[in-house]
């Protein structure tokens, strides 16, 4: 249980205490900052602590933002200030500074944590400051309407009040709750009534994990309905795909609603999405074969070019989120365009995320059949990628920007090359210059690729172009990619793998051949987000020994194309589907162990809609 330590003398009718046992706080009170240090050393080092000024009149919903969110080790309002057991160090510090006469006292509290309502400093914001003169990263939530103040005198408490008064809490929860920059779809036609929803399931105990978890059941009975073949299942499965993405929005709400984020939650969160999308184009594939229609091509086909899309975006992210002198004039045009109200909603809305991806999917489910769901899936997923990878191409160009050894880090990471072109990295040990590296990479890929498409099945030619590929694969990540287009590195090294695996599959031309594909792609494509949401959180790359074990990029692309060579077509699908399996229960094993211990980061994922 966290504690909160009151410090001060009690305000008659302040109703501070009881908010903070509402917040699942056992509360301590100190009269002064003596008796508040002696407390503070009391507490048991595994518990979340605060400091909590007497005098404090505000919002509950501002101490919870203030005092409970379990993502900052350190956090602040205007007369309270909290630790989480790995800070408590750096708080125990600032706490002895104050008492022994060596603090901040008088120097003001730091900018933006003094209200307008006639605060006066207290303790809390004193060792706030104190943390602020260490280095320590203190984070202060906006509180925008929602009040936070330690009154001076009756007037000014009263004043406060009535502030508090003014301020419907609740609205403001519920409109925090919804992420700030989300589709279009997803904005007028899903949150308006979503957040409700998170509201009642946090009334009820309901956890964001537990909400997730139902929006993926809802998914997979969804494809169920789809594999059935029947336009019943078809009108049964756009529904609940619906329903599903209304749970995939409320879990997020729940946990901005409650404060609950978790270190699992980040990752069921992460890669449920994928796995539900992905599980539904199986189950239209399935159904389209029931009714005569073969269509896991264009499934294996929506979910590679799916997959890359989602690569543009995390590479060129990681490549210049903290890059240095980071301006562009496309840049500085993109911002002048979402000034502009209809042009946000159409620019949001063309790159098709997640919301409009699925509300499409689900109506063309319902009325057309799989093969047109696919076709229409393709067209507009293609025009997106190409609009939204031709924009950062422009705003690389037009930039000029320095990157940094942790990006080189993360594109690296994403890279995802594993023996085979590591070892002929070192051997070259020379980076190509300037656009030559995302040239190489591009060359390899389209030799395997144009080899496996331009030869039948079996032929040697699709195992020279695999060569091919490990060579520039390793000469594209021999040296740091520092470059402007680096960037495109991971992503044409997706589009290489998955799209020969797709081509060799396609020209076994046998039963089982595609899907034993699909569910390869699929392995590996959740190995590549786990990578992502691991960086994401700061977290690091999956171990170096995993990415040995599967081979990398390269050597997974090599042994199919061997495979191929050397088998027949019947015995290419069962070998397809024993690396599937192989691949599925090696990452799953390693991702499932690091999700769950205790040294990942409790995250959830505020970007843009995917």
């Known amino acids: 249980m966290s504690t909160a330590i009151v410090t001060g003398q009690p305000v008659p009718g302040s109703s501070l205490e009881n908010d903070l046992r509402s917040l699942g706080f056992d509360v ?18 595994d518990r979340r602590v605060a400091l909590v000024d007497a005098r404090f009149v505000g919002h509950t919903h501002a101490l919870r933002l203030g005092l409970t969110d379990p993502r900052f080790p350190l956090a602040a309002v205007t007369g309270a200030v909290t630790a989480q057991p790995a800070a408590r160090q750096a708080l125990t510090r600032a706490m002895a500074r104050e008492t022994s006469g060596g ?3 008088g120097t003001g509290s730091p900018t933006g944590v003094r209200s307008t309502l006639g605060d006066v400093e207290s303790l809390a914001d004193r060792v706030g400051t104190a943390l602020d003169a260490d280095g320590s990263a203190v984070h202060r939530p906006e509180l925008g309407s929602l009040v936070a103040a330690v009154p001076a005198d009756p007037q000014a408490r009263n004043e406060a009040r009535q502030a508090v008064a003014a301020v419907d809490e609740e ?13 279009f779809f997803t904005t007028f036609c899903i949150s308006p009534y979503s957040r409700y929803l998170a509201r009642w399931c946090a009334r009820r105990g309901l956890t964001p994990n537990q909400v997730t978890t139902a929006s993926l059941l809802t998914a997979l009975i969804a494809a169920g309905c789809a594999a059935t073949g029947s336009r019943g299942g078809f009108v049964a499965a756009g529904v609940l795909l619906i329903a599903s993405f209304v749970l995939d929005c409320t879990d997020g709400q729940l946990a ?30 399935l159904g389209a074969a029931r009714g005569g229609d073969d269509v896991w091509a264009l499934a294996l086909g929506a979910m590679v070019l799916q997959t890359c899309r989602h690569v543009v975006d995390f590479s060129f992210n990681e490549a210049n989120h903290d890059a240095t002198a980071n301006t562009s004039p496309t840049a500085a045009l993109s911002d002048k365009l979402d000034s502009v109200g209809w042009t946000v909603w159409l620019r949001r809305m063309i790159v098709l ?32 990628a190409t609009y939204t990878t031709a924009g ?59 080899c496996s498409a331009l030869t039948g099945f079996g032929g040697p030619l699709p195992v020279a172009g695999a060569v091919l590929y490990v060579l520039t694969s390793a000469l594209a990540v021999a040296g740091p990619l520092k470059g402007a287009l680096d960037w495109l590195v991971p992503p044409l090294f997706r589009a290489a793998e998955y799209g020969t695996v797709l081509i060799l599959a396609a020209h076994a031309d046998v039963p089982g051949a595609l899907p034993a594909a699909f569910g390869l792609v699929a392995a590996v494509a959740y190995h590549h987000y786990d ?3 691991r960086i994401r959180g700061n977290a690091g790359a999956p171990p170096a020994g995993l990415v040995r074990a599967i081979g990398g990029h390269e050597g997974r692309t090599l042994l199919v194309t061997v495979l ?42 505020e970007g843009e809609p995917a």
């Open 28 to 45: 301590r009170v100190a009269a002064d900052a003596a008796e508040a240090e002696t407390l503070l050393a009391a507490v048991p080092g």
């Open 103 to 105: 603090g901040t006292a």
């Open 171 to 183: 609205a403001v929860r519920l409109k925090s709750a919804v992420k700030s920059r989300d589709g």
């Open 256 to 285: 901005r609603y409650a404060l609950k984020y978790s270190t699992l939650g980040a990752w069921l969160d992460a890669t449920f999405d994928r796995a539900k999308e992905y599980a539904y184009y199986a189950g239209l594939a």
């Open 353 to 384: 995320p997640i919301g409009e991806r699925w509300a499409m999917i689900a109506v063309l489910t319902a009325v057309t059949t799989p093969r047109i769901t696919f076709y229409v899936l393709l067209i507009g997923c293609a025009f997106a």
């Open 392 to 450: 950062r191409v422009l705003r690389t160009l037009t930039r000029k920007a320095r990157r940094t050894d942790r990006a080189a880090r993360a594109l690296a990471d994403l890279a995802d090359s594993g023996p085979l072109a590591q070892a002929v990295a070192r051997v070259s040990g020379k980076r190509l210059p300037g656009l030559a590296v995302p040239a190489v990479a591009l060359l390899g890929g389209a030799a395997v690729t144009a």
């Open 531 to 533: 990578t992502v949401y």
């Open 564 to 605: 191929a060579a050397v088998l027949t077509a019947a015995q290419f699908t069962v070998a397809l589907t024993v690396l599937a399996v192989a691949v599925a229960l090696v990452v799953l094993f390693e991702s499932i162990r690091f999700w769950v211990s205790a040294g990942a980061p409790a995250v959830h994922d």
